[in-house]
């Protein structure tokens, strides 16, 4: 079997090459995405694996137009990129499987296996089987260790689209498309309750291993059967050939160099790192930032595979502190942690892969009777990526989370207010496991019953009736991560004894105090600490505290930096004068310790989550402006970003005197398709007829949906022929999906009409003289009787 490897880290790149040669495949290793399209164009493979950030064309890209140029060949990516979001991006775009680094061989080998077993196969077989399960299409029948199990209809058409489908994760609605008409689609829960009947059916036959697997936050796929060791006659157990003896003894010997060669290399990767920041504490210029964020990338994916799991993750947060563009002096100082920590993480030991214990699903136990919110609770919990485990039985619930700690616990009451026995468990359960997040859902909402839960140590009072989605939502807010930075306060007095108060009161409380006795130094001072509060003495020398909280106050880096003014006067006037210059409190002396402490660390948590929010209000702007140029129904870009875009190509390829090509499709007949199977069909069409021509173009072409049935395609760089080879490969693509269409004049199936155009842009015109163009040639089109093409040159 001879497999390409596109992997630009040289040594990751070298030890799954020598994994898989001591498994007997022939591997060649490309190191950029254009050398692993050249190659995977020119010869065959068995199988294709692919990282994600490599130079010149990265992993999604390649796959992408190895899929538009009709490969078949199975693609496995193996990247860092390990979030749910990078998961569905990976697959959408054509792979057959995703598998983040760090990664355990054995895993790899296996889904290699798998896929290989796949793509070898050339004949559909008579009987589709798992294990001693077997479906025969021929006589629609399934039998379990040749016992007859009756199925019903759609439990048996669930049954036959994993076992045709082994390897491939359906979502919900994939199912629903499958297994249901156009005009009878159910909701998402009919396919939640169709998945517990087929389990139950199997289990009930005598199947015992599980046959669906959960895979969380995408969908349900077949369960991979353990592997069976091949079974040896007595006698040849000792008699092994001394040739493959000595191979394998090789092969680890050349494994074994490989790790050594890592270890060797890592000084000089940290060098690279290092590099970032000079001695004075200031970021160097943005190339050297760009390739200590490439080094950071491959250290993320390759730590935790040769033993560096936590120095996987402090990689990947230095990769994602070095994404931005400059490096403010906090970040100068957070990257500086980050590496030192690194650095430390690096000079332990490693850690054996097959030590880590395996990443199973954070459970949630439930405690109390079984009902409808239950079910559904259970039904929708696979979304977040989680498990729940329920307890009707209150005596046994110490029992099970001592075999399985969960990460949040729900306590359901079902009496009007809590009665002593679930006021007992309560506290019983805080008093065991207080740093385990509690929330009650009550069956009403009175001030009573909310003091009894909050005196006992309940985190979160929702009441019934509450959607599952509102519980997991609480759930999560308790599970948000805590700031692990240290807090730091700058404390200015000119009063020695009351800075060592406050040195003392706050260090027990881990928050680092920087004291300042001369209001001379306080701008240098607070540009050196960066503190996350500042404690001002009202009266001081030269500046007073309020004057102080006014310069902070109109800088628009440290504006919104909470301030408390430390003061003997508390009278009306001079209180007025510590809130007008914008502090955010006041405290009293002689200090009291606990109140300081506490309005201390308060300010800070408030100021922290504030900024977490603020954080995610610009990250949902960005997100909304991107909706924004996406069409709702298609998920393509829409008419909006269709003409941003045109209008960018036309500019810069009007300098560069390289041609722009425009494509306009139009679905046939598309009106008298809406009236005969009505609208929810017709959307299904356009959804159809949008991916057909996004798989037809390339990375740097763009399709939108330019209205109604109406789609474009800008084409920069592309001549005419090339836009009239990328218009033949829509039309086939769509001539493929058969969508029937029985109202269509010229076939049984939905066609579509395009028009072509294109030129080098003149400057002094605008992409508007494009567009009239491509839409007379597609008026053309439709006059000639639709189901064509006309190419209008200019």
Not at 698 to 706: E, G, T, V
Request: include cysteine; charged fraction near 25%.
């Amino acid at each position: 079997m001879k497999i390409l490897l596109v992997e630009d880290d040289s040594v990751t790149g070298e030890l799954i090459s020598a994994t898989l040669k001591s498994h007997r495949y022939i591997v060649e290793l490309a190191t950029d995405g254009q050398m692993g399209l050249e190659l995977a164009n020119i010869y065959n493979y068995d199988l294709i694996i692919l990282d994600v950030q490599i130079p010149k064309l990265d992993g999604i890209s390649l796959c992408r137009q190895l899929r538009s140029s009709g490969s078949s060949t199975p693609i496995l990516i193996l990247t860092a990129k390990d979030s749910d979001n990078d998961i569905v991006i990976g697959l959408d775009a054509g792979a057959d499987d995703y598998v983040a680094k760090p990664f355990e061989p054995n895993q790899l080998l296996a889904r290699i296996r798998a896929l290989l077993r796949r793509g070898s196969v050339k004949c559909e077989s008579t009987v589709l089987t798992y294990g001693n399960l077997g479906l025969d299409p021929a006589l629609a029948q399934v039998k379990y260790e040749e016992q007859i199990v009756n199925l019903r209809s759609k439990e048996y058409s669930l049954l036959e689209l994993f076992l045709r489908h082994p390897q491939r994760i359906f979502s919900r609605n994939a199912i629903i498309d499958h297994l249901w008409k156009i005009d009878n689609c159910p909701s998402e829960h009919a396919v939640t309750n169709l998945i517990k009947d087929l389990r139950r059916q199997l289990k009930a036959a005598g199947m015992k291993e599980e046959f669906i697997e959960t895979v969380y936050g995408l969908g349900y796929r077949v369960k991979a059967q353990p592997s069976q060791e091949e079974k040896v006659k007595k006698g040849k157990a000792d008699k092994r050939d001394k040739n493959q003896i000595n191979q394998v003894t090789t092969e680890s010997v050349a494994i074994n160099r490989i790790f050594e060669h890592f270890h060797s290399t890592l000084e000089e990767r940290l060098k690279v790192l290092a590099e970032v920041v000079t001695e004075g504490g200031k970021s160097v210029n943005l190339e050297q930032q760009k390739k200590a964020k490439e080094e950071a990338h491959r250290l993320a994916g390759s730590l935790g595979t040769f033993g560096y799991p936590r120095g996987s993750q402090i990689a990947s947060a230095i990769e994602q502190l070095l994404i931005r563009k400059t490096l403010e002096e906090q970040e100068v100082s957070e990257f500086s942690q980050l590496l030192m920590k690194l650095k430390q993480e690096l000079s332990n030991p490693p850690q054996l892969l097959e030590d880590i214990p395996p990443n199973l699903a954070p459970q949630v136990l439930l405690i109390g009777e079984k009902t409808e919110l239950v079910e559904n609770l259970i039904a929708e919990i696979s979304v977040w990526g989680w498990q729940i485990q329920l307890v009707s039985d209150k005596s046994k619930v110490f029992e099970q989370i001592g075999e399985a700690t969960p990460i949040a616990i729900v306590l359901l009451l079902n009496t009007p207010s809590p009665n002593p026995e679930q006021l007992s468990l309560l506290w019983e359960l805080k008093q065991e496991f207080p740093s385990i997040p509690l929330i009650t859902l009550g069956e009403q909402d009175n001030l009573d019953s909310r003091i009894q839960v909050a005196r006992l140590g309940s985190e979160r009072y929702l009441v019934q009736p509450v959607t599952p989605t509102q519980v997991f939502e609480a759930i999560s807010q308790l599970l948000m991560p805590t700031q692990e930075k240290e807090a730091k306060v700058m404390a200015v007095d000119d009063d020695p004894t009351m800075l060592q108060i406050f040195t003392n009161l706050l260090q027990p409380w881990g928050v680092q105090v920087t004291c300042l006795d001369d209001p001379h130094q306080f701008w240098d001072v607070l540009k050196s600490t960066q503190p996350d509060l500042l404690l001002l003495d009202l009266e001081l020398p030269t500046f007073s505290g309020i004057e102080l909280c006014q310069v902070v106050r109109q800088d628009p880096k440290y504006g919104d930096l909470p301030i408390l003014i430390v003061t003997a006067h508390t009278d009306r006037e001079s209180t007025q004068r510590v809130f007008a210059a914008g502090a955010d409190d006041m405290i009293s002396k002689p200090i009291i310790g606990p109140e300081l402490v506490t309005r201390v660390i308060s300010r800070i948590e408030r100021s922290r989550l504030r900024q977490q929010l603020n954080y995610l209000h610009q990250q949902q702007a960005v997100i909304w402006r991107q909706q924004a140029r996406i069409d709702p129904l298609t998920q393509i870009p829409n008419r909006r970003a269709f003409e941003e875009y045109l209008q960018q190509q036309w500019q810069q390829l009007s300098q560069e005197q390289e041609n722009l090509c425009l494509i306009f499709c139009d679905v046939d007949h598309f009106k008298s398709y809406n009236d005969l199977y009505g609208h929810p069909a017709g959307d299904i069409c356009l959804k159809q007829i949008a991916t057909a021509i996004q798989e037809s173009i390339n990375s740097s072409d763009l399709a939108a949906r330019y209205g109604g049935e109406e789609f474009a395609v800008i084409l920069p760089k592309t001549s005419l022929d090339g836009a009239l080879r990328v218009a033949q490969r829509i039309q086939q693509k769509i001539a493929i999906l058969q969508i029937l269409h029985e109202g269509s004049k010229l076939t049984n199936y939905v066609t579509i009409s395009m028009g072509i155009t294109g030129k080098i842009p003149p400057p002094d015109q605008s992409p508007d003289s494009l567009i009239a163009i491509a839409d007379e040639a597609l008026y053309t089109a439709k006059k000639r009787g639709r189901n064509t093409y006309c190419l209008y040159p200019l």
